[in-house]
């Protein structure tokens, strides 16, 4: 496994493994216990946004997960300055993963309050217990002959190819998406200069919404894949 690219909620890597495995990986991202706002008790709301508006937006901000508590967590807003009511405004022992999430407005002596109740759901439940998002593509290797045009260099959609001492080289490889417009250059040139090979490797993005570091969210993904298949395993055997 080789680390492309590091972001607080982002990481990119590339590895050696097969499609259909990656392809569960990501599927199972959706069966990792989150922690959301399931319900919401509104008591006043002077918004111009239907009390149905807010309680959808408040079920999407993302709570900080530190530790895997089954039990509701109950969490507080209650506000009455004129202006944008922001998501830092919710109080309670559930942490906000950003506070400056725009919920409504309130215009001079309006009031909004209500109490919200906290879940552990799954992402496949809905998509406010979703953790992230993971996506992949095929690492390339692109192998050019001496006689490539250098139209090609123009055509390439990640500017990875450049000229030099009179050939066309790549810069990065990694960033090749096989996009073939490299290749369509080079064939209205009537050459066939260019060849993309796949490597066997993935590029891998991973992506939290929050609720768990983006490593984490990896690791338990793979943890509930095990848990089915062994419950699999487990019934194919009797």
Known sequence: MKIIEKKPNQIVFSTKIEETLANAIR??????????????????????????????????????????????????????????????????????????????????????????????GKGSEHSKFSPG???????????????????????CTQNILKSENGKIVVEDSIKCDDCEACIEACNKKGKDS???????????????FGQLDVKEIFKKSIDELRKDLKEVSKKISK
């Open 27 to 120: 599927r199972y991202l959706n069966q990792i216990p989150i922690l959301a706002i399931d319900e919401l008790e509104i008591s006043k709301n002077d918004s111009p946004l239907y009390d149905e508006t807010i309680a959808h937006r408040i079920g999407l901000i993302p709570l900080k997960m530190d530790k895997l508590d089954k039990k509701p967590i109950k969490l507080k807003l209650s506000s009455k300055k004129e202006g944008i009511v922001f998501s830092e405004e919710l109080k309670g022992k559930a942490k906000i993963a950003y506070e400056n999430i725009p919920i409504t407005f309130l215009n001079k002596n309006s009031e909004l309050e209500f109490t919200a109740t906290t879940k552990l």
């Open 194 to 208: 260019i060849k993309l090979i796949p490597t066997g490797e993935l590029v891998i993005t991973l992506e939290s």
């Open 133 to 155: 998002l993971m996506f992949y593509r095929n690492l390339i290797e692109l192998k050019i002959d001496k006689d490539c045009p250098k139209e090609v260099i123009d055509a």
